[in-house]
């Protein structure tokens, strides 16, 4: 599906000699402007900036020309953060500008894109030293200066894809946990002996003493490394990182590849990559965020909860539940289902959520997503048979069998199931058992 999104400003962004102008959207007010002030480590980022938009240009999986090239920027109290995907969606990349990072007043808060085209990046990769980089992040038009010129955009497109892979992301990275740190040094070593770009095999990194080392089999404590040429926007920043960071789900012997997250830190922001578990496999496709969509009275929940999140730098679990009178688990489930419209995203180093506004109506995920479309079908048509703990499916022209385990997963008799064993989300049969049968998260 190619349908786009829109955003429109109404006064310009430039690059001065005094620094770069960001025009923005969003916010309490007609646009406002949420931030005015310096970056205080400018090579650093302008560097993440532009590994940002390399990563919205790129297509790891069967590369083609550049693809999107409009980062989403976020702004909140004490915290710029800027997000793209990869034209494949297999890469996830954020840089969020910390206090220390931010030299200026934030007075608002909003979310809207940033296009990063050549002039602004030959613009920034000029940036180094003490040179300054000031950011204003305000009203609704886009245009982008030099000292040799200016680039105006008037309309921002947002790929429709962009939508399922925010919903995808939050929802993954929420289950990640820290695994590694490395100091810088080790970092650049341990990025050096990685694969080229274009290798896809699927590798496995486990700490070793002061540094990473690489394995083909997955272990207890190690971290999925799927497609490590994908690594290669870290490099930009390495040299003002003080350390590198993985994440990732717990995973054992003979696991399946899973998605992980590879974090730079510079003290004044982070970079960070999320890599999907494949790199033909995007994350707009995984299937994670199907139990958050699922469910019915989750919906009215995220109402609630979506009224009361504010746009402090991380969401507080215990307080949305406290002020909504709902159980922190409920809090969860509505954040999640949140997600699925860009309003919620997940920071791994906070390890908490976090709030931004995109132009998505709220059941845009759930619409576009055919798996789900399928289940709610099953449901309507009375297809679904519970026995118990498990359930009989009859479609039109097969009969399937699904069974719920003591852990709360589910697997089914289907071809999807069999072929994806549970990697990619429930199938539309056991999305149907779980909208009759199972509590909002049960999936798997």
């Known amino acids: 599906m190619n349908a786009v999104q829109t955003y429109r400003y109404l006064q310009p962004s430039t690059l001065r000699a005094a620094g770069l102008d960001l025009q923005t959207c969003g916010g309490p007010a007609a646009n406002p402007r949420f931030f005015a002030g310096f970056l205080t480590a400018p090579a650093a980022a302008a ?3 532009l590994a940002v938009a390399e990563v919205a240009r790129t297509r790891y999986h069967q590369p083609v020309s550049p693809a999107s090239l409009d980062p989403v920027v976020t702004g909140s ?3 710029l953060r800027f997000e793209s995907f990869s034209g494949c969606c297999g890469v996830y990349a954020r840089m969020d500008v910390l206090p220390a990072g931010l030299d200026g007043e934030i007075s608002g808060h909003g979310t809207t894109n940033v296009d990063v085209n050549p002039p602004l990046r030959e613009a920034l990769a000029r940036v180094g030293g003490i040179e300054p980089l000031h950011v204003a992040v305000g009203p609704d038009d886009l245009t982008v200066s030099t000292m040799d010129g200016a680039v105006v955009e008037r309309k921002v497109p947002l790929p429709g894809r962009w939508l399922r892979g925010f919903a995808e992301v939050h929802v993954l990275t929420a289950g990640f946990e820290p695994r590694a740190e490395i100091a810088a040094a080790e970092a650049a ?7 080229a770009a274009g290798d896809r095999s699927v590798l496995w990194a486990v700490p070793a003493g002061r540094t990473l080392r ?3 089999r997955p272990a207890p404590g190690a971290v999925c490394l799927a497609g490590a040429g994908r690594l290669a926007a870290l490099r930009g920043v390495l040299r003002h990182a003080r350390t590198l960071r993985a994440y990732g789900p717990a995973v054992r012997a003979g696991s399946p590849a899973v ?6 830190d510079t003290g004044a922001l982070r970079l960070s990559l999320t890599l999907s578990p494949e790199p033909y496999r995007g994350f707009s496709g995984e299937g994670a965020a199907l139990a958050a969509l699922a469910g019915d009275d989750v919906v009215d929940d995220a109402e609630l909860v979506g009224a009361l999140l504010s746009w402090d730098p991380t969401i507080d679990v215990a307080a949305l539940a406290d002020a909504a009178a709902l159980p922190d688990e409920r809090v969860r489930a509505a954040l999640a289902q949140l997600g699925t419209a860009g309003r919620v995203g997940y920071d791994v ?9 995109m132009p998505y109506d709220a059941g845009r995920a759930e619409r576009d997503n055919p798996r789900l479309v399928g289940a709610r079908a099953l449901v309507e048509r009375g297809a679904v048979e519970r026995d118990g703990e498990n359930a009989t499916v009859r479609t039109d022209a097969e009969t399937y069998r699904v069974r719920r385990h003591p852990d709360g997963a589910y697997s089914c008799s289907c071809r999807w199931w069999a072929r994806h064993r549970g990697q990619r989300g429930p199938c539309r049969h056991a999305l149907a058992v779980s909208m009759v ?3 909002v998260g049960a999936l798997s």
């Open 77 to 79: 109290r004490g915290r």
């Open 437 to 439: 049968a199972a509590p």
């Open 47 to 49: 560097a993440g900036l």
């Open 259 to 264: 998605p992980s997250t590879w974090e730079l």
């Open 214 to 216: 690489l394995t083909s």
């Open 189 to 195: 070593a341990f990025l050096r002996r990685l694969p």
């Open 349 to 357: 180093a906070d390890g908490a959520y976090f709030h931004r506004v």
